[in-house]
Every structure is written in C-alpha cells, then in structure tokens.
C-alpha cells in the first residue's frame, strides 16, 4: 500500500504536513478531510518517478527542466475552464478530456500546458498538483477551486462555476478599462496638439512680436504662454527626464508594501474614477468569497485566497482583518463593518446570509448588484467625460490660441496708425 505525502491547511488556516497510507490518492484525500484538513497536496513517490520518466523523454533527456515556460492567457483560460467542464459533465473522465482539449488547442503554448497537465495526472499526481506546475497560468484561486472539485467529487460542477466567475470577471474588468481608456485618449491628444502649438507655433509668434512690437508692454496671459513655450524649447530634454522620472519612481513605490497600499488608496479614494473601482473591488471580493465557500472552500481558506486575488492593497488589509476576527471565533459580518471600507448594504446582507446560513448565494447577490453598479457608474462617466474633455481641450488650446491674438489686434492698431 503506497505511503502519501500531504500537505494540508487545517480549520485555523495553518499549513500541515505528514505522510498517510491510503491505497489511492481520493482515499487519501478523503481520510484527511475526515480529519479535519484541505489538502492542497498529495506525493505518490512512485508516480513522482514516472512523472520525472515521462517528463525528461518529453524535454529531451533535460529532465525537470522546463524551457520557456509557455502562460495561458486569461480568455483562453476560460474557454479551457468551459470546455473541460463541459467534457467532464458529459461524462468523459478526466485525463481523456485533457486529451481531447489538447489534440484540439491551436495554440502551441496551450497544447503544451495541456499535454504535461495530462502527463502528470497520469503519472498519479492529482489534477490540482499538475495545475500548479503553471503557477503562472493558475493562480491560487484556480487551484484551489480545482482542489475543492477533487475533495467533493463535483470537479464538472466546480469548473463550470469557475469559468463563469471567470467569464463575469473578465467582463466587468473589460467596462472598467473601457472608461478609463477614453478619457487617456482624449487627454493625450489635448497635450499633444498643446506642445505641438508651444514648440513649433508659439515662437514664430514671439518672433512676429519682438521684431513689430519692440518696446510694446505684452499681455501677462501672452507672456505665460510664451514663457511655457520656452521651457519646452529648450528645456525639452529636462522635461522628458522629469516625465520619466516621475513614471520610474511610480513604479518603484509601487513594489514597496506602504507605497503600493497608498496608489491603491488614493485610486480608491479619487474623484470620478474612485466610485467605479470601489465598486468593481466589492463585486470581485463578494463573486470571489461566494464562488469560493458555494464550492466547499472553508470560509478562512478562502478569505486568505480572496486576500491575495484582490488586486488592491486596501481591499487585501481589510480582508486580513476580517480573517483575523474570523479565526478568533467572530462572524463575518461585523468585522467587514469594522473596516470602513464596505458599504453598510454589503454588511447588512453579508450578516442576513449568516444568520439564514446562505451566505454564498447572499455575496452571489451582492457582485450582481455591484457588477449593475458599475455599469452605471461606467455609463454615467462616459456622459460625463465627453463634454468634459472636450472643454478641456478648447480652454487649453483656445487660450494659447487667445494668448496669441491679442498682441495682434495691437499690431493692426499700430500698422492702421
């Protein structure tokens, strides 16, 4: 009877590790959910010799070595969640679905993916073990999910879960890029057209000026405009390395723990754009949570899940605070409140699935609402932005413009004199 090696999450979150004899990795898996622990691995030794066996033939003789390691990009990535949900709830069994995915891929990187994803299932690893070769590809979400499917035996009913909360992601991040790309369009033709008309128009008009209007007083709006002009002359290359300077030091605070926390406050705090990422920051963290417990995630599993899939530092503190009042024996609900962060709606329902014990499907309800939120937000700023671009363009370059004619109307008085 073959000995496992485990690794495992207990109740408190805590990982733990050991080893178990079972005669077969699901029997494995259900022994230590039996005891109380998540399995996020199992070790066959002997299937971790035929995996080395099978991996050095399909590399060459390089063994574990894997050259380039080829990423899955995210639609991709969904329509495989899809596909193998749907193969799998056909009936197919697992390794001949991957089989049939990959003879089918088009795509080189996804047909290898695939391929050694077979290979280590066929080797006696688990499906969620050969997943997380690709950690790149699959995040700790998508593992972990997969690892939910294999203890519950619901692995078709999980992945198709998956794939639509895929699908819904990947739909409300596409509106929320969608309106910041619009008004970035507009603004960088605004300073476009703007230096344009400084360094190439405004000095011939300084030029026209200083040779027709010698020791005429100029406009202090003419001065301002060609003093900005000027600087941008000479002072080009000074003002590319300031630009630079600025992008290389966002970047940089960002990789810093209180420098990224603070880009994300200040993006979840800013005018016009704050709303509509706060919102989408609730609907992933309610979709996620809910996707996650509907699926047998215990619920502080999947709140240090949710904390590392957020994708904003604020969202991430407030869910490590609300997993620290959870692991000391709170609810949910009260600690969420306590974060200051979440709406007083989000609570409320969040403590009405509590104490109804569908908690799930309230944060199901919850990401629904949100998700029609921010399409609203994202309609209601696109009508909001347009004209408002459009003013800023023509006071920006109706100024330059005005700047430039009111030395001329006293060039015409001179020259009708």
Do not use: C
């Amino acid at each position: 009877m073959p000995q496992f090696e485990y690794f495992a999450l207990d109740v408190n979150g805590k990982q733990r590790k050991g080893k178990l004899v079972a005669d077969t990795q699901e029997q494995a898996a259900a022994e230590l959910k039996r005891q109380g622990l998540f399995p996020t691995q199992l070790i066959d030794p002997e299937a971790k010799k035929r995996l080395a066996r099978r991996r050095a033939k399909r590399n060459g003789g390089l063994g574990n070595v894997t050259i380039g390691a080829p990423v899955i990009k995210r639609k991709d990535l969904t329509i495989f969640t899809r596909q193998l949900a749907t193969l799998l709830e056909a009936g197919l069994p697992l390794i001949r679905s991957l089989r049939t995915l990959e003879r089918q891929a088009k795509n080189p990187a996804i047909k290898r993916i695939i391929g050694e994803t077979a290979d280590t299932v066929e080797g006696g690893s688990t499906f969620a073990e050969a997943l997380s070769r690709n950690p790149r590809t699959f995040d700790k979400l998508y593992l972990n999910m997969v690892r939910a499917g294999e203890a519950s035996g619901a692995m078709e009913l999980i992945l198709s879960r998956l794939a639509g909360f895929m699908e819904k992601a990947a739909q409300i991040t596409h509106k929320v890029k969608s309106a910041m790309i619009y008004p970035a369009v507009v603004l960088t033709i605004a300073l476009t057209v703007s230096a344009g008309l400084m360094i190439f128009i405004v000095p011939n008009f300084e030029k026209m000026f200083t040779e027709m209007l010698e020791g005429e007083p100029l406009p202090q709006v003419t001065l301002f405009i060609i003093g900005i002009s000027r600087v941008l002359k000479s002072q080009i290359h000074l003002v590319a390395i300031g630009i630079a300077v600025i992008i290389v030091l966002y970047k940089l605070a960002n990789r810093t723990k209180y420098g990224k926390y603070g880009i994300d406050w200040v993006k979840y705090n800013m005018p016009l754009f704050g709303p509509i990422i706060s919102r989408s920051s609730i609907s992933r963290f309610s979709r996620t949570l809910g996707t996650l417990m509907a699926s047998g995630v215990p619920v502080l599993n999947s709140l240090i899940i949710v904390r590392d899939t957020a994708g904003n530092d604020v969202v991430s503190s407030a869910v490590q605070k609300v997993h620290d009042a959870v692991k000391e024996g709170e609810g949910v609900a009260a600690p969420l409140g306590a974060t200051g962060i979440f709406p007083q709606m989000v609570i409320s329902m969040v403590e009405v699935g509590e104490e109804t014990g569908r908690l799930p499907e309230m944060l199901d309800k919850i990401a629904n609402t949100y998700d029609e939120e921010v399409d609203n937000a994202v309609g209601a700023l696109t009508s909001l932005i347009e004209p408002l671009m459009i003013v800023t363009l023509a006071v920006i370059v109706g100024t330059i413009v005005v700047a430039m004619f009111m030395p001329m109307v006293t060039m015409i008085e001179k020259m009708g004199n």
